[in-house]
C-alpha cells in the first residue's frame, strides 16, 4: 500500500497548480487524506484534510484559496491551489488514514488502518 504524489511545480504568484495524491494497493476504504507542507528549515505543518465521504478542514493561511477533495472511487485526493503567495513554496506531502485488506474470504472481509505517508513534491511560487 502506498501513496503517489504528483502536480507540484514553478508557478508564478497568482497563479494555480492542483496536487494530486493516489493510494494504491489492497485498500478497503479510505478514512482522512492530507496535504502538509514543509518549508526549509520549518517544521512541517497542516495544510487540508479531508475526512470521507467529503468534510474538510483548512489551515488559516489557505482558507479561501485552497480546496481539498476525495475522489472515493479511484482512491485519490486532489489540492486545488489557487491565488498562490511566494510564502506557499514548499515540499508537500501527501497523507492518508486506509483501511487495508487483511483477508476477503466468502462473507468475511478482515482490515486493519494504516497511516500512510507520500514523498514529498515541490511547489515554488516566484514573483
Known amino acids: 500500500v502506498q501513496l503517489q504524489a504528483s502536480g507540484g511545480g514553478l508557478v508564478q504568484a497568482g497563479g494555480s497548480l492542483r496536487l494530486s495524491c493516489a493510494a494504491s494497493?489492497?485498500?478497503?476504504?479510505?478514512?482522512?487524506m492530507a496535504w502538509y507542507r514543509q518549508i526549509p528549515g520549518k517544521e512541517r505543518e497542516l495544510v487540508a484534510t479531508?475526512?470521507?465521504?467529503?468534510?474538510?478542514n483548512y489551515a488559516d493561511y489557505v482558507k479561501g484559496r485552497f480546496t481539498i477533495s476525495l475522489d472515493s472511487a479511484k482512491n485519490t485526493a486532489y489540492l486545488q491551489m489557487n491565488s498562490l503567495k511566494q510564502e506557499d513554496t514548499a515540499v508537500y506531502y501527501c497523507?492518508?488514514?486506509?483501511?487495508?485488506?487483511?483477508?476477503?474470504?466468502?462473507?468475511?472481509?478482515?482490515?486493519?488502518?494504516?497511516?500512510?505517508w507520500g514523498k514529498g513534491t515541490l511547489v515554488t511560487v516566484s514573483s
Open positions: 494497493g489492497r485498500i478497503f476504504t479510505i478514512n482522512t
Open positions: 497523507n492518508a488514514n486506509v483501511n487495508v485488506i487483511d483477508s476477503d474470504y466468502g462473507d468475511t472481509l478482515a482490515y486493519h488502518s494504516e497511516d500512510l
Open positions: 479531508v475526512t470521507s465521504p467529503a468534510t474538510t
